[in-house]
Nanobody
Framework: QVQLVESGGGLVQAGDSLRLSCAAS????????VGWFRQAPGKEREFVSA????????DYADSVKGRFTISRDNAKNTVYLQMNSLQPEDTAVYYC???????????????????WGQGTQVTVSS
């Protein structure tokens, strides 16, 4: 069993930065792939970024490539999403998700994930 708790969201201005954290309980987090997704009002949940269990592989949506960085600290059972140069279109609820996997691949579909956090709101004003 893995429980995920996101934090670090907030209200910022365009061009600002935020760092989201996804803290996990459960011994299997260190052998889990983790993804970040976001959902804006009236839109479907979309992939943002993913990292494999060891941190050796990462993946990003085209819309955030070059601005967001995903990383993990398995000793702290935490995955981070550093978000720079935030834009109003980044406004959404951000969710982290986990799936037990020792694969080197990353997972981009929400259907691949088994555990989900409750989400944290990110609002970017223009």
């Amino acid at each position: 069993q893995v429980q995920l708790v996101e934090s670090g969201g907030g209200l910022v201005q365009a061009g600002d930065s935020l760092r989201l954290s996804c803290a996990a309980s459960g011994r299997t987090f260190s052998v889990s792939g983790v993804g970040w997704f976001r959902q804006a009002p009236g839109k479907e949940r979309e992939f943002v970024s993913a990292i494999n269990w060891s941190g050796s592989n990462t993946d990003y949506a085209d819309s955030v490539k070059g601005r967001f960085t995903i990383s993990r600290d398995n000793a702290k059972n935490t995955v981070y999403l550093q978000m720079n140069s935030l834009q109003p279109e980044d406004t959404a609820v951000y969710y982290c998700a986990a799936v037990r996997s020792l694969s080197s691949r990353t997972y981009k579909s929400p259907h691949d994930y088994y555990y989900w956090g409750q989400g944290t709101q990110v609002t970017v004003s223009s």
